[in-house]
């Protein structure tokens, strides 16, 4: 009879503890799923913020072979303006230093970037010279290109469609964001609409 009790104790208490592990388990895998998807926000977050990074970033200075300087620009170099666009955040409000003003055709373009990212609606600006051999004449709206810029990541070399085109005066511009981010050099482009004179 003692027998008979303790080998039902014994199994009661082996289905309690199997229960128990399993139950464990079953926390410990939850954890880990929260945990990843965890990772997982962190990591879009990180990838958001680098996206920003990319974008607000300063350029070299150089410039399209063939590209022409403006001869009479109503900002010239050395002078201050007004940015009114917002390509990317705090850049409306900022003010800026000219750093070289160009004759030439603006186009926005839609691409797909050439390492494989998401599409790009309506980018603002891409010049005529940076564009893969371009021709004489200007593109038109629905224009297939190739891409021979690298204001973003994955845009050299990227095929992209016209959205627009305008004969402008285009700047490359330094500027402080006006959200505390930290100063841009040398960057493509802005168009003359796109600025506005300094208050004196």
Known sequence: MKIKRFA????????????????????????????????????????????????????TGEVPEGLKEAENPKYAVGSKAILETDHMPGMKGAEATIQGAYDTVVYTVTYTPANGGEKVNNHKWVIHEELENPREEPYKQGDEVVLNADH??????????IDSAEESTVYMVDYTPTDGGEEVKNHKWVTESELSSKEQ
């Open 8 to 59: 039902l104790l014994l199994v009661t208490l082996s289905i309690l503890m199997l229960g128990a592990c399993s139950s464990n388990n079953g926390e410990n895998t939850e954890n880990n799923e929260n945990q990843s998807d965890q990772e997982k926000m962190e990591e879009k977050e990180e990838m958001d913020d680098m996206d920003h990074g990319e974008m607000n970033h300063s350029g």
């Open 152 to 161: 973003m990541e994955g845009m050299d070399g990227a095929k992209a469609t």
